[in-house]
């Protein structure tokens, strides 16, 4: 069992910036993969961006120069640094820990205002 809990969303302006944090608990040893995805309104939920537990990192083209994806794998926690934020970024925004299983947290919601 791994749980995540993410925090950090919230209502800014375009142009700003916003970092969310995702914490996992419980059976850690086993996570190997770590991302984060979005969904807005009436989407399906996408891949913003993967850290694998070595470091190897992937970005979705929309966001690729803007927002980067940090993990310390001593403290079980993946960030995504959110720079040059657009109002098109809105969503809810899940954290994800892949073992043989798939985990996900709670979501989090980030405005971006024009």
């Known amino acids: 069992q791994v749980q995540l809990v993410e925090s950090g969303g919230g209502l800014v302006q375009a142009g700003g910036s916003l970092r969310l944090s995702c914490a996992a608990s419980g059976s850690i040893f086993s996570i190997n993969d770590m991302g984060w995805y979005r969904q807005a309104p009436g989407k399906q939920r996408e891949l913003v961006a993967t850290?694998?537990?070595?470091?190897?990192?992937t970005y979705a083209d929309s966001v690729s120069g803007r927002f980067t994806i940090s993990r310390d794998n001593a403290k079980n926690t993946v960030s995504l640094q959110m720079n040059s934020l657009k109002p098109e970024d809105t969503a809810v925004y899940y954290c994800?820990?892949?073992?043989?299983?798939?985990?996900w947290g709670q979501g989090t919601q980030v405005t971006v205002s024009s």
């Open positions: 850290i694998t537990r070595g470091g190897r990192i």
């Open positions: 994800d820990a892949q073992t043989i299983y798939d985990y």
